[in-house]
């Protein structure tokens, strides 16, 4: 199979951006292929798509080119596609075939040559690399005939993906699952080498806080908060999408590492303070944990015992470093875009204005506390954006109210405004198609 490493050809007029042809195959997991889409278009990556019939029983083309905002494409024979473009075409115009997912049925077909539909038509006639992620029931990706046919697509230079093990659509436990969507998206993107040259924020290193701090009182117990950690954890896997070196210095929580993300894992805030610290210089700080204002300065190294009356044990604190004013103040290494949070229960447009002046921060990300239970472990937040003043003419901070939304709907709108800030300052990567980047945002 002959390889070429970029298109030739793409419609987007004077701006080329890569592509992906998305083959997607019959299977539960189907739906997953539109969260990969949604992610590589954000990344400027086009993604013209293929829905054969049995993917057509699980998802709509609609919502397919919804998502991807090109045509999709669904029957080999059908007179308008052909016109538009043939199915030879298709595979010439990507950069990278991608199945997913790529059921038993489709992998077979392709193994024996057959050309009867727009899919094995082009899988016959792809001059590409192609990738097939594979997801199955367990005893149909365990079955002699498939890992024949695989062995067989490999040997051709067809890459086929693990599946992940765990439990399936019909309930059956072992090997046969889509792998996580972060991992395919890193993984095209890798097969692409688009991260070391044409994703916006490649080259750059993002230091992320994340989660509550705990400050230890003796060996059993320690006064913490109801930080989840979800919304630095969406942020850091957002800016490792735009092809940032980041590294998350993570509280306890209970979430799992974002992928192609350095995870530092601390406890207490002095411990966070020092791994940011050894962690820069950076380029980008987005300081998102909870960090306790005071540590317990006379810690136990034994169990305190309940005490005979009435009063408590007499704790008494010290104040711990602040993390983002200390980045954002740094004498030499101060990033060139440093943002915080804050949760506010009151005058929230007024506190956050002057918490961005006294932290020294570009922005700072507000909410509004009105029911605790309705932001900690939440999967939305609404937040309130103040960025610091650009100019002598306007003196004070920029309000922006964002929608209510997901935190990882929030996390790619921070990562947009920071592309867009960081572009201001210095174009950031002549070979990507930035503008398509920041729209497709
Ligand atoms: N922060 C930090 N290090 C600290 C305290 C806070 O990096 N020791 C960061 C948080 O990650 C967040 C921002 O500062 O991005 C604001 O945190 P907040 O607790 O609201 O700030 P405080 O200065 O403690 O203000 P308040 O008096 O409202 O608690």
Redesign the pocket.
């Given at each position: 199979m002959t390889k070429e490493s970029t298109s030739t050809n793409n419609r987007l007029g004077d701006v080329h951006a890569p592509s992906v042809l998305i083959i997607i195959s019959g299977g539960v997991s189907a739906y997953k292929a539109l969260d990969l889409m949604r992610m590589l278009k954000k990344a400027g990556i086009r993604t013209p798509a293929i829905l054969t019939k049995g993917g057509a029983e699980f998802i709509t083309p609609l919502s397919v080119s919804a998502l991807s905002g090109e045509a999709v494409y669904t029957d080999l024979f059908s007179l308008k596609d052909e016109q538009e473009m043939g199915h030879i075409r298709l595979s010439r115009d990507a950069d990278l075939i991608a199945v997913i997912p790529a059921s038993a049925n489709m992998i077979a077909r392709t193994t024996h040559g057959m050309a009867d539909d727009l899919a094995s038509a082009v899988l016959l006639a792809a001059d590409k690399d192609v990738q097939f992620y594979p997801a199955m029931n367990p005893q149909m990706w365990a079955n002699a005939a498939t890992q024949d046919n695989i062995r067989t697509l490999r040997k051709r230079g067809i890459e086929v993906i693990e599946p992940d093990s765990g439990e399936v659509a019909c309930g059956e436990v072992g090997k046969g699952r889509l792998p996580d969507i972060e991992a395919i998206y890193h993984s095209i993107i890798n097969k692409l080498s688009l991260s070391q040259r044409t994703l916006p924020l490649s080259g750059k290193h993002a230091i992320v806080?994340a989660g509550p701090t705990y400050e230890r009182i003796d060996p059993i117990r320690f006064i913490g908060n109801r930080s989840s950690g979800k919304q630095g954890y969406a942020i850091a896997g957002a800016l490792a999408r735009q092809g940032a070196k980041v590294t998350l210095i993570s509280g306890p929580t209970a979430l799992d590492a974002p992928h192609n993300v350095k995870t530092l894992h601390v406890e207490s805030?002095e411990e966070?303070?020092k791994a940011a610290d050894s962690a820069l210089p950076c380029d980008i700080a987005i300081?998102?944990?909870?960090?306790?204002?005071w540590r317990v300065d006379n810690q136990s190294n034994t169990k305190i015992k309940k005490q005979e009356g009435p009063e408590g044990p007499a704790l008494t604190f010290t104040e711990?470093?602040?993390?983002?004013?200390?980045?954002s103040t740094h004498p030499n290494k101060r990033p060139a875009f440093v943002?915080?949070?804050?949760?506010?229960t009151d005058n929230v447009s007024e506190?956050a204005q002057q918490?961005l002046l006294?932290?020294g921060?570009d922005a700072?990300l507000a909410n509004h506390i009105t029911d605790a239970d309705t932001v900690f472990g939440a999967d939305e937040n609404k937040i309130l954006y103040v960025s610091a003043a650009k100019n002598e003419a306007q003196t004070a901070p920029h309000c922006e109210p964002w929608d209510k939304q997901s935190k990882h709907g929030v996390a790619d709108m921070l990562v947009r405004k920071i592309i867009q800030q960081l572009e201001k300052a210095a174009p950031l990567n002549h070979t990507s198609p930035i503008t398509t980047k920041l729209e497709a945002i």
């Open positions: 806080t805030a966070m303070y300081c998102c944990a909870a960090v306790a204002d711990n470093q602040d993390i983002l004013k200390y980045i943002a915080g949070f804050a949760a506010e506190n918490k006294r932290k921060c700072l």
